[in-house]
């Protein structure tokens, strides 16, 4: 029996991940508030007058710096405040849509950015989550995969170095949700279309809670199985909620 384990979503895209217990996810959609801002750095190529979709090149996210991976957050839909947390910062609440709070929510990133890189300039919006794809995914892993890598590099991996949204338990083989490409799964009232695996970059090499890349995990995965992919993109296809513990089924 395969079952959801953990829901994450990470409102700034690249800073700081936050897990939930549940979640509504409406067709076509990201996760609500999932990647809804991100952090233009000041070489972006985007359209600040009327912005889209665009790649995650120009923003702040952890292949850019590794610190930004030790971030966390908590997100407040009340009071639409973004509480962020690094081990070398104080802690810092700002709405990221007010003037003055996104200066200061600049400053901070700036101080665990990467100086030798185009350093963040503007907070960015789009109307929709700025995933890694074009097309509006939410990220699924397993945990027999994440088990599988583990034992192989010799460390036990944190869930927080793939900034997935849902992760699963249960699937019979490692990689098993490989062969999930091209099919449909149902989550409690959810069915999600299975569209693409995802191909990892250097944020994965980051211990979350250190902000240093600490292990080979691109060359890891591609020694051992030929590829740089963990987890796969699913795309809503039907509206509804799902929460930890629920049943997963493979149509």
């Not at 690249?14 to 990201?30: F, I, N, P, W």
């Not at 990892?200 to 992919?229: E, F």
Request: net charge negative; proline share 4%; glycine share 8%.
């Amino acid at each position: 029996m395969i079952t959801v384990t953990d829901l994450w979503r990470h409102p700034i895209k690249g800073v700081g991940c936050e897990q939930l217990g549940s979640v509504a996810l409406q067709k076509g959609k990201t996760m609500p508030w999932d990647r809804h801002w991100a952090l233009a750095h000041a070489d972006a190529k985007v359209d600040y007058a009327n912005p889209e979709w665009v790649r995650c090149l120009n923003f702040a996210r952890g292949a850019r710096g590794y610190k930004l991976m030790a971030v966390t957050s908590q997100y407040d839909e009340v009071t639409s405040k973004i509480t962020l947390q690094h081990p070398d910062l104080d802690n810092i609440t700002v709405n990221p849509e007010d003037a003055s709070d996104a200066r200061d929510l600049i400053e901070w990133v700036t101080k665990i950015s990467d100086p030798k890189r185009s350093l963040p300039s503007h907070v960015f919006k789009a109307g929709r989550g700025m995933t890694d794809s074009s097309a509006q995914t939410l990220s699924i892993l397993t945990k027999a995969s994440l088990d599988e890598f583990s034992k192989t590099i010799g460390a036990s991996l944190d869930q927080r170095r793939f900034r997935g949204n849902i992760w699963l338990d249960g699937t019979a083989e490692p990689w098993e949700e490989f062969g999930w490409v091209g099919k449909h799964i149902r989550i409690g009232q959810v069915e999600l279309e299975i569209i693409d695996r995802i191909e990892r970059c250097m944020a994965t090499t980051v211990n979350p809670d250190t902000g240093v890349s600490d292990l080979q995990t691109l060359n890891t995965l591609k020694d051992n199985w030929g590829h740089r992919d963990f987890g796969i993109f699913g795309v809503v296809t039907k509206s509804g909620a799902i929460s930890v513990n629920d049943m997963v089924e493979v149509l």
